[in-house]
């Protein structure tokens, strides 16, 4: 069974930046898409940031101040967070995708005080 295991959440001020890392267990040269996913409260599900080979696509409300990265030799995939403000207040849940299968992270809290 793969897993995808989020850490790096938590309380932050608004301007602040904080990482989160998502540890898998197998190799992420295996899955054609990885990224990052937020639900804030009472919200939706959304994307934060999608892998491909081909590059990385962001939401619109994170463009410019998010970056996602990858250690493929740790298996591991990062989304750093800058200027936070406290719309990004949400649990953030890291995905990876083949094609037939779709995987997720137990999810981490990140919350943003104003």
């Known amino acids: 069974q793969v897993q995808f295991v989020e850490s790096g959440g938590g309380l932050v001020q608004a301007g602040g930046s904080l990482t989160l890392s998502c540890t898998v267990s197998?190799?992420?040269?295996?899955?054609?898409?990885m990224g990052w996913y937020r639900q804030p409260p009472g919200k939706q599900r959304e994307l934060v940031a999608a892998h491909t080979i081909t590059g990385t696509t962001y939401g619109d409300s994170v463009k410019g101040r998010f970056t996602f990265s990858t250690d493929n030799a740790k298996n591991t995939m990062y989304l750093q967070m800058d200027r936070l403000v406290p719309d990004d207040t949400a649990v953030y849940y890291c995905?990876?995708?083949?094609?037939?299968?779709?995987?997720w992270g137990q999810g981490t809290q990140v919350t943003v005080s104003s």
């Open positions: 197998e190799s992420i040269d295996n899955f054609a898409v």
């Open positions: 995905n990876g995708a083949t094609l037939t299968s779709n995987y």
